[in-house]
């Protein structure tokens, strides 16, 4: 087997982050099998492998190797390379640590923040898919997974203001919300940077992009590099502070919201200095205040919960603020909201190529579901959902429509808005 | 020295001796631990943390709306062993002499025949607890030793009781012993395997909420 | 010449006792020596367990005088906690105090004492008609006629002829000491079945309280016979024993018990007794009497309502009552010079009680042995003392003490039998004296039985069920430290325990009962005990190998050597010592 | 002496008749559990024997046993011992003292030799050559091997001669020993209970004159008619256990009422004997009846049995200190376990730091 796996690593970064609440989580499993059924990998494969609590048996076995008391008798648990190379698959390619077996979890274990932690440990023992990795390398060498550097960014927001005839602000020396983008946006949903221009524009919001800190999906995160994850925090905390932004929105990114809104004080051991919102978030306190005008949205929609933003991001309200009044014919799926089924392909595994199938066969629940409200478009608040969607949607050639929120808020603005 | 005398005497005191030991060492060994401190800006209408505990505490109690259909039969077998348990082990008259002896706390008991009916519903539920175990891929994937045991040593006072009870299979003071011995199985047992989610769950529930409800998840 | 009598066992007796007597050429016994042979180390059991369970280890230090222990024990406990019992509690145990008192009496009269003055063999000389007629000149009892004598003489008859004699093998049948004519023989044989049976009816009073005979159940606190009269549902009649049916049980008991004691008991007493008066006049002993008092109206701590008084009477001087404390710890001490123990202090000092030692230290010869050093320690009994002397105790002292005190029926009672023996009353100083004593204390004890019973009934018809008071039952009411002394008077004499409890277990337990007083060996001072002193008393032996007159005295002190001897330390160490606050 | 003469005859010459006989051989056949063809054989017995020899020996005792006997109802005492045994030594209740005394066990031992019966009360001392307990300057222990040598059967009455009692209790001050540990080498059987219920020692006394063989006996042989059920599975309070309806104190509504003591620590479900049945003294009472819970005194050791009012189901242990000690240990190894995990932490994290450093450079 490979012998580059490097047990004593991968446990050594575990060990590095054991807190009373994670080893709580570890040790208070009952083993009763629930949150299986929640899982969308679990529901789609039925693999009983993929039942959450199975993907933590190798991190909590090392746990209890280093606290077993009769250690020195050779009696603890054991835990080899083999171990570690069987569980890379299942804690990388069939988990998007979208928390939906922790809301099902009757012993409230927070299974998705041991995966965050566990897939730390498996890349510092030399582990992990190499195209998540990848991304995360580009992240931290490039600014972005994709290879947005600062200078392409200028280039591209210069051809998109001019494109569409919407000012992007870039570099503004002073501002007080700094916008971040993700580069899967800028790259395949480039109308997504441009309509929320036009809804900061429409607000008269005092606002910039920096190109010191503009990239806001993290894969450092995804990836468990956690020096990448903090250099992408710090990146964003430096343009914020240059500008000295009150306000940093996130853009329609689900993993980037709950870095940057939870994690990212964490990472960097101090309060940030500013409000982080998500798009959505910061659209309905512009509806709240009455600088929101829209045209109604005859067509029929259902709105995918991106689980960054609602599950584990407390933003699940304002999404159907924003809707309210405005989508006519607006469609739940059910279950929705905080029990919302993942799009499968978050937390990363979006990136995995191997895990394509297994993605795929999530997304057919989802199709199911949209199916059964009979909707014609999902609208979803997360460009990582709607990538993994229309890949999937493309595999099953389903006909099914998809749409971003903020596309959707953007185009339908009322002209002659609040515009200053 | 009978069996009896052994199991009302050194057998129970070894296993509260064990007891009150695991269960100060799982919960000191853990909640000396660093404790992260979340950095993040909770959310304006996000309730104190006493609140947040106690009440995700309460919400596990049942699964949301959505998890009912895959988890209300099994949810409803845990309730039933669990309550069940706590019905026999509270409820009967000798059992709170038991508690009497030891903390010096009495409450009134419940009719025997109601416990008796309590014990037998809780025995099957336990039951059908461990077929599911047996029988679905799942769980038979996740289960450990541990696992097992800790359901053997759940259902052997139960059945033991209700043998002694019963006063079925052999003397009175032997089904007696029997019974206590089980029950200090259960007790030197209880805090070194998954029995010590009794205690446990309350950090855990808590916690979870705590980081949710400050995120302004109501889930 | 000199000789030394052994009398090993002692039997009609409770208990191992030995008794060795110096007798000089003529048979006069010279010395006596009184030696118990058994111990188990009771007091040493009771130590570290709780106060509450207390009553049953100490009232198995004896089976005769089966309640007596249990009574002191939980009065030991109740007078350490202060803590007081209801007055239907009370009223029940004198009840059974003095169904005790009775039933010993009688048992002591005819089983264990008869046969020192009857003899069997004789009673089949004797005519049932002649009998009959004895019979029926001294008491009214229906049991009395010729039939009747005559039906047991042929029992006995058969019995004798049948050659196998069975307890009565062997006895001093024909010695000139048995004085009686064969139809007082008779009648007192024919009266020996009878209280057989007569006191198997008795102890259902203790039955019907406490559940069994002997060695009824008690209770800290009060009784534990809760009555189960009009409490509704089952309660009525079947729920305890304590009921309808049960308290017209003792009503009935105490009828009868009432007619066998003033119609069979009393005259065959004066009537055996007036054969041997030559008895009221030897086995006198010490002259110094000591009572506790016992049979509250009310409660412990109410002395003046106590039916028994407490006292202590020296060199026979009834004119003055002396106080007794037990309490005090220059009062009641115990002595073991003659006696195989040791103080840390010293052979020769005294303890009282609560700072009582028992460290074991047998230096008697080995077994099989012939006789004791009766210079050395000689006896498992200590020596009590009530300052520093010797002090006899028993229903000779009750007599004395209720009779010195003015008590009416007492007086009356002792000048009706002294009239009818034509004695003086310096006649009770003695071996019979004794032996009358015990009658006429069972008269007046069932006299009062029926008193207690109406007030109990009266209790019960005002609404008082109570029998037990809960407030001081959990220990963790108590205090941390505490101690205190139960006594009573038990048929054979005055006695206590005394309890040190100590975080709610027993620290220390000490009993000095009646026997201990009258058959301890001699003090440091050489004083006999009373046994021994009675012995010495003006007894001639006229056959040695029949020792029928120490026999005589000894038994009217009714031994009870089971309950004398209750005290060892295993390992003789030091005992825990009682620290006084 | 008149071998011939049975029972039979001398109760004729009693005036008792052959009915009377035949009414006690019944009851004593009610008594012993035996069918009840089984009275006639017991009546025809009784008619022909002999008066069985038997010789009482007391040791440390209580004399509680003989005096039980005093109060048995059927057969009586006196019955008992003039028409059924010859009772040829017995110090609480024989004649002659002294020499004498010792005189008639040596004849009756020599008379009888082979046939006859020992019954034991009270527990032999063996502590230091037995000198705790002597008579006639012997020890207990030689006169009980000296005597029951050519016995027919020992019985042990009452828990003392049966199990040790209450000179065995802890911490058994004279090395008390039962009978049946000193006898090993013929039928002892017991007949436990402090004290035994009379008419189980003039009952099985009766049985083994009459059957001239041993009762069926349980584990602890003690024949199991008598011993054969617990106080509890007779109780006339039982269905109130099983309703789990309990007196809570000796005098509270439940007691009046007569509900099961088993909260006040009545020992009857462990406890085996026929007081529930038979009763005490003519059947008037037993203890659980009177209002006070069973001692459960014909059991082995009901001395040391955690207390009398200790409730069974409740631990006999006082597991205060230990229960105390073992927090504070675990309190400390968790503690240390926490401390080490910690130290661990803090390794791990220097040891990622000085890696972060090294890529870094």
Same mark, same amino acid.
Request: net charge neutral; with cysteine; charged share 20%.
């Given at each position: 087997?490979?012998?580059?796996?490097?047990?004593?690593?991968?446990?050594?970064?575990?060990?590095?982050?054991?807190?009373?609440?994670?080893?709580?989580?570890?040790?208070?499993?009952?083993?009763?099998?629930?949150?299986?059924?929640?899982?969308?990998?679990?529901?789609?494969?039925?693999?009983?492998?993929?039942?959450?609590?199975?993907?933590?048996?190798?991190?909590?076995?090392?746990?209890?190797?280093?606290?077993?008391?009769?250690?020195?008798?050779?009696?603890?648990?054991?835990?080899?390379?083999?171990?570690?190379?069987?569980?890379?698959?299942?804690?990388?390619?069939?988990?998007?640590?979208?928390?939906?077996?922790?809301?099902?979890?009757?012993?409230?274990?927070?299974?998705?923040?041991?995966?965050?932690?566990?897939?730390?440990?498996?890349?510092?023992?030399?582990?992990?898919?190499?195209?998540?990795?990848?991304?995360?390398?580009?992240?931290?060498?490039?600014?972005?997974?994709?290879?947005?550097?600062?200078?392409?960014?200028?280039?591209?927001?210069?051809?998109?203001?001019?494109?569409?005839?919407?000012?992007?602000?870039?570099?503004?020396?002073?501002?007080?919300?700094?916008?971040?983008?993700?580069?899967?946006?800028?790259?395949?949903?480039?109308?997504?940077?441009?309509?929320?221009?036009?809804?900061?524009?429409?607000?008269?919001?005092?606002?910039?992009?920096?190109?010191?800190?503009?990239?806001?999906?993290?894969?450092?995160?995804?990836?468990?590099?956690?020096?990448?994850?903090?250099?992408?925090?710090?990146?964003?905390?430096?343009?914020?502070?240059?500008?000295?932004?009150?306000?940093?929105?996130?853009?329609?990114?689900?993993?980037?919201?709950?870095?940057?809104?939870?994690?990212?004080?964490?990472?960097?051991?101090?309060?940030?200095?500013?409000?982080?919102?998500?798009?959505?978030?910061?659209?309905?306190?512009?509806?709240?205040?009455?600088?929101?005008?829209?045209?109604?949205?005859?067509?029929?929609?259902?709105?995918?919960?991106?689980?960054?933003?609602?599950?584990?991001?407390?933003?699940?309200?304002?999404?159907?603020?924003?809707?309210?009044?405005?989508?006519?014919?607006?469609?739940?799926?059910?279950?929705?909201?905080?029990?919302?089924?993942?799009?499968?392909?978050?937390?990363?595994?979006?990136?995995?190529?191997?895990?394509?199938?297994?993605?795929?066969?999530?997304?057919?629940?989802?199709?199911?579901?949209?199916?059964?409200?009979?909707?014609?478009?999902?609208?979803?608040?997360?460009?990582?959902?709607?990538?993994?969607?229309?890949?999937?949607?493309?595999?099953?050639?389903?006909?099914?429509?998809?749409?971003?929120?903020?596309?959707?808020?953007?185009?339908?603005?009322?002209?002659?808005?609040?515009?200053? | 020295?009978?069996?009896?005398?052994?199991?009302?005497?050194?057998?129970?005191?070894?296993?509260?001796?064990?007891?009150?030991?695991?269960?100060?060492?799982?919960?000191?060994?853990?909640?000396?631990?660093?404790?992260?401190?979340?950095?993040?800006?909770?959310?304006?209408?996000?309730?104190?943390?006493?609140?947040?505990?106690?009440?995700?505490?309460?919400?596990?109690?049942?699964?949301?709306?959505?998890?009912?259909?895959?988890?209300?039969?099994?949810?409803?077998?845990?309730?039933?062993?669990?309550?069940?348990?706590?019905?026999?082990?509270?409820?009967?008259?000798?059992?709170?002499?038991?508690?009497?002896?030891?903390?010096?706390?009495?409450?009134?008991?419940?009719?025997?025949?109601?416990?008796?009916?309590?014990?037998?519903?809780?025995?099957?539920?336990?039951?059908?607890?461990?077929?599911?175990?047996?029988?679905?891929?799942?769980?038979?994937?996740?289960?450990?030793?541990?696992?097992?045991?800790?359901?053997?040593?759940?259902? @052997?006072?139960?059945?033991?009781?209700?043998?002694?009870?019963?006063?079925?299979?052999?003397?009175?003071?032997?089904?007696?012993?029997?019974?206590?011995?089980?029950?200090?199985?259960?007790?030197?047992?209880?805090?070194?395997?998954?029995?010590?989610?009794?205690?446990?769950?309350?950090?855990?529930?808590?916690?979870?909420?705590? @980081?949710?409800?400050?995120?302004?998840?109501?889930? | 010449?000199?000789?030394?009598?052994?009398?090993?066992?002692?039997?009609?007796?409770?208990?191992?006792?030995?008794?060795?007597?110096?007798?000089?050429?003529?048979?006069?016994?010279?010395?006596?020596?009184?030696?118990?042979?058994?111990?188990?180390?009771?007091?040493?059991?009771?130590?570290?367990?709780?106060?509450?369970?207390?009553?049953?280890?100490?009232?198995?230090?004896?089976?005769?005088?089966?309640?007596?222990?249990?009574?002191?024990?939980?009065?030991?406990?109740?007078?350490?906690?202060?803590?007081?019992?209801?007055?239907?509690?009370?009223?029940?145990?004198?009840?059974?105090?003095?169904?005790?008192?009775?039933?010993?009496?009688?048992?002591?009269?005819?089983?264990?004492?008869?046969?020192?003055?009857?003899?069997?063999?004789?009673?089949?000389?004797?005519?049932?008609?002649?009998?009959?007629?004895?019979?029926?000149?001294?008491?009214?009892?229906?049991?009395?006629?010729?039939?009747?004598?005559?039906?047991?003489?042929?029992?006995?008859?058969?019995?004798?002829?049948?050659?196998?004699?069975?307890?009565?093998?062997?006895?001093?049948?024909?010695?000139?000491?048995?004085?009686?004519?064969?139809?007082?023989?008779?009648?007192?044989?024919?009266?020996?079945?009878?209280?057989?049976?007569?006191?198997?009816?008795?102890?259902?009073?203790?039955?019907?309280?406490?559940?069994?005979?002997?060695?009824?159940?008690?209770?800290?606190?009060?009784?534990?016979?809760?009555?189960?009269?009009?409490?509704?549902?089952?309660?009525?009649?079947?729920?305890?024993?304590?009921?309808?049916?049960?308290?017209?049980?003792?009503?009935?008991?105490?009828?009868?018990?009432?007619?066998?004691?003033?119609?069979?008991?009393?005259?065959?007493?004066?009537?055996?007794?007036?054969?041997?008066?030559?008895?009221?006049?030897?086995?006198?002993?010490?002259?110094?009497?000591?009572?506790?008092?016992?049979?509250?109206?009310?409660?412990?701590?109410?002395?003046?309502?106590?039916?028994?008084?407490?006292?202590?009477?020296?060199? %026979?001087?009834?004119?003055?009552?002396?106080?007794?404390?037990?309490?005090?710890?220059?009062?009641?001490?115990?002595?073991?010079?003659?006696?195989?123990?040791?103080?840390?202090?010293?052979?020769?000092?005294?303890?009282?009680?609560?700072?009582?030692?028992?460290?074991?230290?047998?230096?008697?010869?080995?077994?099989?042995?012939?006789?004791?050093?009766?210079?050395?320690?000689?006896?498992?009994?200590?020596?009590?003392?009530?300052?520093?002397?010797?002090?006899?105790?028993?229903?000779?002292?009750?007599?004395?003490?209720?009779?010195?005190?003015?008590?009416?029926?007492?007086?009356?009672?002792?000048?009706?039998?002294?009239?009818?023996?034509?004695?003086?009353?310096?006649?009770?100083?003695?071996?019979?004296?004794?032996?009358?004593?015990?009658?006429?204390?069972?008269?007046?004890?069932?006299?009062?039985?029926?008193?207690?019973?109406?007030?109990?009934?009266?209790?019960?018809?005002?609404?008082?069920?109570?029998?037990?008071?809960?407030?001081?039952?959990?220990?963790?009411?108590?205090?941390?430290?505490?101690?205190?002394?139960?006594?009573?008077?038990?048929?054979?004499?005055?006695?206590?325990?005394?309890?040190?409890?100590?975080?709610?277990?027993?620290?220390?337990?000490?009993?000095?009962?009646?026997?201990?007083?009258?058959?301890?060996?001699?003090?440091?001072?050489?004083?006999?005990?009373?046994?021994?002193?009675?012995?010495?008393? %003006?007894?001639?032996?006229?056959?040695?190998?029949?020792?029928?007159?120490?026999?005589?005295?000894?038994?009217?002190?009714?031994?009870?050597?089971?309950?004398?001897?209750?005290?060892?330390?295993?390992?003789?160490?030091?005992?825990?010592?009682?620290?006084? %606050? | 002496?008149?071998? +011939?003469?049975?029972?039979?005859?001398?109760?004729?010459?009693?005036?008792?008749? +052959?009915?009377?006989?035949?009414?006690?051989?019944?009851?004593?056949?009610?008594?012993?559990?035996?069918? *009840?063809?089984?009275?006639?054989?017991?009546?025809?017995?009784?008619?022909?024997?002999?008066?069985?020899?038997?010789?009482?020996?007391?040791?440390?005792?209580?004399?509680?046993?003989?005096?039980?006997?005093?109060?048995?109802?059927?057969?009586?005492?006196?019955?008992?011992?003039?028409?059924?045994?010859?009772?040829?030594?017995?110090?609480?209740?024989?004649?002659?003292?002294?020499?004498?005394?010792?005189?008639?066990?040596?004849?009756?031992?020599?008379?009888?030799?082979?046939?006859?019966?020992?019954?034991?009360?009270?527990?032999?001392?063996?502590?230091?050559?037995?000198?705790?307990?002597?008579?006639?300057?012997?020890?207990?222990?030689?006169?009980?091997?000296?005597?029951?040598?050519?016995?027919?059967?020992?019985?042990?009455?009452?828990?003392?001669?049966?199990?040790?009692?209450?000179?065995?209790?802890?911490?058994?001050?004279?090395?008390?020993?039962?009978?049946?540990?000193?006898?090993?080498?013929? *039928?002892?059987?017991?007949?436990?209970?402090?004290? *035994?219920?009379?008419?189980?020692?003039?009952?099985?006394?009766?049985?083994?004159?009459?059957?001239?063989?041993?009762?069926?006996?349980?584990?602890?042989?003690?024949?199991?008619?008598?011993?054969?059920?617990?106080?509890?599975?007779?109780?006339?309070?039982?269905?109130?256990?099983?309703?789990?309806?309990?007196?809570?104190?000796?005098?509270?509504?439940?007691?009046?009422?007569?509900?099961?003591?088993?909260?006040?620590?009545?020992?009857?479900?462990?406890?085996?004997?026929?007081?529930?049945?038979?009763?005490?003294?003519?059947?008037?009472?037993?203890?659980?009846?009177?209002?006070?819970?069973?001692?459960?005194?014909?059991?082995?050791?009901?001395?040391?049995?955690?207390?009398?009012?200790?409730?069974?189901?409740?631990?006999?242990?006082?597991?205060?200190?230990?229960?105390?000690?073992?927090?504070?240990?675990?309190?400390?190894?968790?503690?240390?376990?926490?401390?080490?995990?910690?130290?661990? +932490?803090?390794?791990?994290?220097?040891?990622?730091?000085?890696?972060?450093?090294?890529?870094?450079?």
């Amino acid at each position: 087997m490979n012998s580059s796996v490097d047990v004593e690593a991968a446990a050594r970064n575990f060990l590095a982050r054991t807190e009373e609440h994670l080893v709580s989580y570890l040790e208070a499993c009952v083993h009763c099998g629930t949150c299986a059924e929640a899982c969308h990998f679990y529901a789609a494969s039925g693999n009983p492998k993929h039942t959450p609590a199975y993907k933590l048996v190798p991190i909590a076995k090392a746990y209890r190797r280093q606290k077993f008391p009769l250690a020195w008798l050779g009696l603890a648990p054991r835990i080899g390379p083999s171990d570690l190379q069987e569980w890379e698959e299942l804690l990388f390619d069939t988990c998007t640590m979208c928390g939906r077996c922790t809301s099902v979890c009757p012993m409230g274990i927070d299974i998705a923040s041991i995966v965050a932690g566990a897939r730390q440990a498996f890349v510092a023992a030399g582990l992990g898919p190499k195209d998540l990795l990848a991304a995360a390398d580009s992240s931290r060498d490039h600014g972005s997974p994709l290879g947005l550097t600062a200078q392409k960014l200028r280039e591209r927001m210069e051809w998109l203001a001019d494109e569409h005839d919407v000012p992007i602000a870039l570099d503004k020396p002073r501002a007080e919300i700094l916008l971040t983008i993700s580069s899967i946006e800028v790259m395949k949903y480039p109308e997504s940077v441009v309509a929320m221009a036009k809804l900061l524009n429409h607000a008269g919001a005092d606002w910039t992009l920096s190109s010191k800190g503009y990239e806001a999906t993290n894969f450092g995160y995804l990836a468990g590099k956690a020096d990448v994850a903090r250099l992408m925090v710090e990146r964003i905390v430096a343009a914020a502070e240059a500008v000295g932004a009150k306000t940093v929105i996130v853009p329609e990114c689900g993993h980037a919201f709950g870095v940057l809104r939870w994690s990212a004080a964490n990472m960097l051991g101090r309060a940030l200095p500013f409000a982080v919102l998500h798009i959505s978030e910061y659209l309905a306190q512009l509806k709240r205040a009455g600088r929101l005008k829209l045209r109604p949205l005859t067509d029929s929609i259902t709105y995918h919960d991106p689980c960054q933003i609602s599950r584990r991001g407390g933003a699940t309200e304002d999404a159907r603020y924003l809707l309210e009044g405005f989508a006519e014919d607006f469609r739940e799926m059910a279950p929705t909201g905080v029990y919302n089924w993942c799009c499968g392909g978050g937390g990363g595994v979006q990136a995995i190529g191997r895990a394509a199938d297994l993605r795929h066969k999530v997304f057919k629940i989802k199709m199911d579901q949209v199916e059964q409200t009979g909707a014609g478009t999902m609208v979803s608040s997360c460009s990582n959902c709607r990538l993994t969607m229309d890949e999937s949607k493309e595999h099953w050639k389903w006909g099914g429509g998809l749409a971003s929120l903020v596309e959707l808020l953007a185009d339908h603005l009322e002209s002659g808005g609040a515009r200053t | 020295m009978s069996l009896l005398e052994f199991a009302r005497g050194p057998a129970l005191e070894i296993a509260l001796g064990a007891f009150a030991f695991g269960v100060a060492w799982r919960l000191l060994s853990l909640l000396a631990l660093p404790w992260s401190r979340d950095r993040s800006v909770a959310r304006p209408a996000a309730p104190s943390a006493l609140a947040a505990a106690a009440g995700g505490f309460v919400r596990r109690m049942w699964p949301a709306r959505p998890f009912r259909r895959s988890d209300l039969w099994v949810t409803l077998n845990g309730h039933v062993y669990h309550i069940g348990l706590a019905i026999v082990v509270f409820g009967l008259a000798q059992h709170i002499q038991f508690i009497k002896g030891l903390f010096g706390l009495q409450w009134p008991n419940l009719p025997t025949g109601l416990v008796s009916l309590v014990s037998v519903i809780t025995l099957a539920s336990l039951t059908v607890a461990l077929a599911r175990r047996v029988v679905s891929p799942v769980l038979r994937l996740i289960s450990t030793a541990n696992d097992y045991f800790s359901w053997l040593v759940t259902a @052997l006072p139960v059945a033991t009781g209700l043998l002694a009870q019963s006063h079925l299979g052999a003397r009175y003071e032997t089904l007696l012993a029997w019974h206590l011995l089980s029950v200090a199985l259960l007790l030197a047992w209880f805090p070194y395997g998954k029995l010590m989610h009794a205690f446990l769950v309350f950090l855990t529930r808590g916690e979870t909420a705590i @980081l949710y409800r400050r995120r302004g998840v109501q889930s | 010449m000199s000789a030394r009598v052994v009398v090993d066992p002692i039997t009609r007796i409770e208990g191992h006792l030995r008794i060795e007597a110096q007798t000089d050429a003529a048979g006069a016994i010279t010395g006596a020596y009184s030696s118990g042979t058994m111990v188990r180390g009771i007091e040493i059991i009771l130590r570290g367990r709780d106060p509450r369970d207390a009553w049953a280890f100490a009232q198995r230090i004896c089976g005769v005088c089966t309640l007596v222990h249990g009574i002191a024990s939980v009065r030991a406990v109740e007078n350490a906690l202060d803590y007081r019992i209801p007055p239907n509690a009370q009223l029940i145990r004198n009840l059974m105090i003095a169904a005790q008192h009775v039933h010993d009496h009688v048992m002591h009269f005819y089983h264990l004492h008869a046969l020192d003055w009857v003899d069997v063999v004789s009673a089949l000389k004797a005519d049932p008609a002649a009998t009959s007629q004895l019979a029926q000149s001294i008491s009214a009892y229906p049991k009395s006629s010729p039939g009747y004598f005559a039906e047991t003489q042929k029992r006995l008859k058969n019995f004798v002829e049948a050659g196998q004699l069975g307890i009565f093998a062997n006895g001093f049948w024909g010695n000139p000491g048995f004085k009686l004519p064969a139809e007082a023989n008779l009648m007192a044989v024919a009266h020996y079945l009878e209280a057989l049976a007569w006191q198997r009816e008795v102890v259902q009073i203790h039955t019907i309280f406490g559940g069994k005979n002997p060695h009824p159940n008690f209770l800290v606190g009060g009784a534990p016979s809760p009555i189960s009269i009009d409490t509704g549902g089952t309660g009525g009649t079947s729920a305890t024993a304590l009921n309808m049916a049960g308290l017209s049980q003792i009503r009935s008991v105490i009828g009868r018990m009432k007619e066998f004691v003033e119609q069979v008991y009393l005259p065959d007493t004066l009537a055996i007794a007036s054969f041997y008066k030559d008895w009221f006049a030897r086995g006198e002993g010490v002259g110094n009497f000591l009572t506790y008092g016992d049979f509250p109206e009310k409660g412990m701590d109410d002395p003046a309502s106590w039916l028994v008084p407490a006292g202590a009477i020296l060199g %026979r001087d009834l004119s003055t009552i002396h106080p007794v404390d037990l309490t005090d710890p220059a009062q009641v001490q115990e002595f073991v010079s003659h006696s195989w123990y040791d103080y840390a202090g010293g052979k020769n000092t005294g303890l009282h009680p609560y700072e009582g030692q028992t460290n074991l230290n047998y230096t008697g010869p080995r077994p099989p042995f012939e006789q004791l050093n009766v210079e050395e320690s000689y006896s498992w009994l200590k020596s009590p003392r009530w300052k520093g002397r010797v002090m006899e105790v028993g229903p000779l002292a009750r007599v004395l003490m209720l009779y010195a005190k003015g008590h009416e029926p007492t007086r009356e009672l002792a000048q009706y039998a002294l009239k009818k023996l034509d004695l003086p009353l310096t006649a009770l100083f003695s071996t019979l004296g004794r032996t009358a004593a015990r009658t006429l204390e069972s008269k007046i004890m069932v006299d009062q039985m029926s008193v207690w019973l109406d007030h109990l009934i009266g209790n019960i018809k005002s609404g008082d069920l109570a029998v037990h008071n809960p407030a001081k039952w959990d220990p963790a009411t108590w205090p941390r430290t505490a101690r205190g002394v139960g006594f009573m008077e038990a048929p054979r004499g005055a006695l206590a325990h005394w309890i040190v409890i100590k975080d709610g277990r027993i620290d220390n337990y000490q009993a000095v009962v009646p026997s201990t007083w009258n058959a301890g060996p001699r003090d440091q001072n050489g004083q006999p005990g009373p046994y021994e002193a009675a012995l010495m008393d %003006r007894h001639t032996l006229y056959d040695p190998k029949q020792p029928l007159e120490i026999q005589r005295t000894i038994h009217s002190f009714d031994p009870c050597i089971a309950c004398a001897v209750h005290v060892v330390d295993p390992a003789g160490e030091e005992l825990m010592q009682l620290r006084v %606050r | 002496m008149n071998d +011939r003469d049975g029972i039979a005859d001398l109760l004729a010459r009693r005036g008792v008749s +052959r009915r009377a006989l035949l009414k006690y051989a019944t009851y004593l056949a009610t008594v012993m559990a035996l069918p *009840p063809l089984a009275a006639r054989a017991i009546a025809q017995g009784l008619a022909k024997a002999r008066r069985q020899s038997v010789i009482w020996l007391s040791f440390q005792e209580c004399t509680g046993c003989t005096e039980s006997l005093t109060r048995s109802f059927n057969p009586t005492l006196e019955d008992l011992i003039f028409d059924m045994i010859s009772l040829d030594y017995h110090e609480t209740l024989q004649a002659v003292s002294g020499a004498a005394a010792e005189a008639a066990r040596l004849a009756a031992m020599r008379e009888n030799r082979g046939k006859y019966v020992v019954v034991v009360d009270g527990s032999v001392a063996t502590k230091d050559g037995g000198v705790y307990s002597t008579n006639a300057g012997k020890t207990n222990l030689e006169v009980l091997k000296e005597t029951a040598e050519h016995a027919l059967a020992v019985i042990s009455v009452g828990t003392c001669a049966a199990f040790g009692g209450l000179p065995h209790a802890h911490p058994n001050p004279t090395g008390a020993v039962p009978v049946s540990q000193i006898i090993t080498d013929k *039928p002892v059987i017991n007949i436990s209970g402090c004290p *035994p219920i009379a008419e189980a020692m003039a009952g099985t006394i009766a049985y083994l004159i009459t059957f001239g063989k041993l009762p069926d006996l349980d584990h602890l042989s003690r024949p199991k008619s008598i011993f054969g059920d617990s106080i509890h599975d007779r109780c006339y309070r039982r269905p109130f256990y099983d309703k789990g309806m309990f007196a809570k104190s000796f005098d509270d509504e439940g007691a009046r009422k007569g509900w099961c003591l088993y909260e006040v620590g009545c020992k009857g479900p462990v406890t085996y004997n026929a007081c529930a049945t038979l009763k005490w003294n003519g059947g008037v009472s037993f203890p659980i009846q009177s209002g006070h819970g069973c001692l459960g005194c014909s059991e082995p050791d009901f001395w040391d049995n955690g207390g009398f009012y200790r409730p069974l189901s409740s631990s006999t242990s006082h597991p205060g200190a230990v229960v105390g000690g073992a927090v504070v240990a675990g309190i400390a190894v968790g503690g240390l376990g926490a401390l080490l995990a910690r130290q661990r +932490r803090e390794r791990a994290v220097r040891d990622l730091e000085a890696k972060e450093q090294e890529r870094r450079s």
